[in-house]
Nanobody, 124 residues
Framework: QVQLVESGGGLVQAGGSLRLSCAASGGTFNHYDMGWFRQAPGKERESVATILWSGARTYYVDSVKGRFTISRDNAKSTLYLQMNNLKPEDSAVYYC?????????????????WGQGTQVTVSS
């Protein structure tokens, strides 16, 4: 069973950048498709970006296309989310998640394993 630990969150001004990392342990990283999700206060957890186990395909929610980039380094068992041109509406707790190699899952219910989350706050 894989364990996931996020890092890299923080407070940033609008227009700034952050890079989130998710370190995986306890499993073979390239056996998992991965994703980033976020949850703002009072809102449902939503998908942000997902990536196949190989990195060959990715998915982005429309609101982050062109600003965020998901990537993974299977040799380091680490998932990344580069976030540029951040907006106040990007403020949320960001979670990484893993599931078996079933394809490019887009919904939170498709993911089995979750990290504890890292807070991202974007000030205007």
């Amino acid at each position: 069973q894989v364990q996931l630990v996020e890092s890299g969150g923080g407070l940033v001004q609008a227009g700034g950048s952050l890079r989130l990392s998710c370190a995986a342990s306890g499993g073979t990283f390239n056996h998992y498709d991965m994703g980033w999700f976020r949850q703002a206060p009072g809102k449902e957890r939503e998908s942000v970006a997902t990536i196949l186990w190989s990195g060959a395909r990715t998915y982005y929610v429309d609101s982050v296309k062109g600003r965020f980039t998901i990537s993974r380094d299977n040799a380091k068992s680490t998932l990344y989310l580069q976030m540029n041109n951040l907006k106040p509406e990007d403020s949320a707790v960001y979670y990484c998640a893993a599931r078996g190699r079933y394809g490019l899952g887009r919904e939170k219910d498709e993911y089995e394993y979750w990290g504890q989350g890292t807070q991202v706050t974007v000030s205007s």
